[in-house]
């Protein structure tokens, strides 16, 4: 494997373990004179800069507020449903949350999902969670949700938004 594949899947565990990209600030998403880009960086990174392999402040910040929630849960068996939902990662775990944004729910930054992962007073749906949802209410139906495979990688054809959902 080369040290691209190494830094993906680096990059795809610290989506697991609840880092969002890194944010463009010199902290986060340094020039390459400053050691370059961290593991988060949006866009595929070549591993040659120094910061290349490791996790910025920005991501480190996120996955310890995910972790911390998560710490009295590992290695534990399954004792009741509530057990298995975690507020923060991006997952809304039916039954226990209304929306789930990851750290922009923890960081109280998403408009519509508060960080207990309810929605907001008058909130219809998170636009973090659905493609579907803008402005914390959901779209019309017949609107484009997903935009055809021009290119015919994936081989989806277009999504619309269905409104009462069935």
Same mark, same amino acid.
Not at 55 to 77: E, H, N, Q, Y
């Given at each position: 494997? !080369?040290?691209? &594949?190494?830094?993906?899947?680096? &990059?795809? $565990?610290?989506?697991?373990?609840?880092?969002?990209?890194?944010?463009?600030? +010199?902290?986060? +998403?340094?020039?390459?004179?400053?050691?370059?880009?961290?593991?988060?960086? +949006?866009?595929?990174?070549?591993?040659?800069?120094?910061?290349?392999? =490791?996790?910025?402040? *920005?991501?480190? +910040?996120?996955?310890?507020?995910? $972790?911390?929630?998560? /710490?009295? $849960?590992?290695?534990?068996?399954?004792?009741?449903?509530?057990? /298995? =939902?975690?507020?923060? %990662?991006?997952?809304?775990?039916?039954?226990?949350?209304?929306?789930?944004?990851?750290?922009?729910?923890?960081?109280?930054?998403?408009?519509?999902?508060?960080? %207990?992962?309810? $929605?907001?007073?008058?909130?219809? *749906?998170?636009?973090?969670?659905?493609?579907?949802?803008?402005?914390?209410?959901?779209?019309?139906?017949?609107?484009?949700?997903?935009?055809?495979?021009?290119?015919?990688? !994936?081989?989806?054809?277009?999504?619309?938004?269905?409104?009462? =959902?069935?």
């Amino acid at each position: 494997m !080369t040290m691209e &594949h190494y830094i993906v899947v680096a &990059h795809e $565990l610290g989506h697991n373990f609840g880092s969002q990209h890194d944010t463009e600030s +010199t902290e986060c +998403t340094p020039p390459n004179s400053a050691g370059g880009n961290f593991i988060m960086y +949006t866009y595929s990174i070549s591993g040659y800069e120094i910061n290349n392999k =490791f996790f910025s402040p *920005c991501s480190i +910040t996120s996955m310890a507020k995910v $972790l911390d929630v998560k /710490k009295g $849960l590992c290695f534990k068996g399954e004792e009741d449903a509530k057990s /298995k =939902f975690i507020c923060g %990662n991006n997952k809304v775990e039916i039954g226990f949350e209304e929306c789930d944004s990851g750290t922009l729910t923890l960081d109280d930054k998403d408009p519509c999902c508060a960080p %207990n992962c309810q $929605l907001r007073p008058n909130k219809k *749906c998170s636009d973090a969670d659905s493609k579907c949802c803008k402005n914390c209410f959901f779209e019309s139906s017949g609107v484009v949700c997903i935009v055809a495979d021009v290119q015919n990688i !994936t081989c989806n054809g277009a999504s619309f938004c269905r409104y009462p =959902f069935i």
